[in-house]
């Protein structure tokens, strides 16, 4: 009878355990999520502001990233210049720092001429804003393509990737 109730007692831990850890949120969101709707001003066009379900219709690429960050830095950049060379009316990029600086995002997108053709803005709170605990971003943030329903179809695109996918 000893052995039955610590065997129950195993079994209701290991139980408990497996429900926490399937109920923990995901690093980020996943394929098939709908991208939460946002407010953001764009630094080319400071006169009216815009929101992610304005450019539903549209497939979008949505890039978080940072100065600080080497990694998302570059791989805005690259993402950008494939957006440029494509010329396509089918894509629109929304690019969204978080740097809590705005002299240093300004100076950035400078240094790695982001084109006037991407919404880019600046999130200043950084990792303490809404919309990074929104989107369950941490280290190393991330970028989705979304379709034209505003669902995430890509997440971490390479810019080979978003190339041949919207060719």
């Known amino acids: 009878m000893r052995y ?17 850890e399937k109920n923990k949120p995901n690093r980020g969101l996943d394929v098939g999520d709908i991208a939460p709707d946002f407010k953001f001003k764009s630094m080319f066009d400071k006169q009216e502001d815009q929101k992610l379900s304005y450019l539903k219709g549209q497939y979008v690429l949505l890039c978080f990233w940072a100065s600080y960050d080497a990694q998302s830095r570059m791989q805005n950049v690259c993402l950008n210049n494939v957006l440029h060379a494509m010329n396509s009316d089918k894509l629109r990029m929304v690019s969204v720092s978080f ?3 705005r002299s240093i995002f300004e100076e950035t997108i400078r240094k790695d001429q982001i084109v006037k053709s991407v919404y880019c803005f600046v999130e200043t709170k950084g990792k303490s804003s809404d ?3 929104e989107y369950r971003l941490s280290r190393g943030l991330t970028n989705y393509l979304l379709d034209a329903n505003g669902v995430i179809i890509v997440k971490n695109i390479s810019a080979k990737m978003l190339s041949a996918y919207i060719n």
Request: aromatic content about 18%.
């Open 4 to 20: 039955v109730k610590w065997i129950f007692v195993v079994l209701l831990i290991s139980s408990l355990t497996s429900f926490v």
């Open 99 to 101: 740097d809590e600086n």
């Open 131 to 133: 919309l990074f605990q």
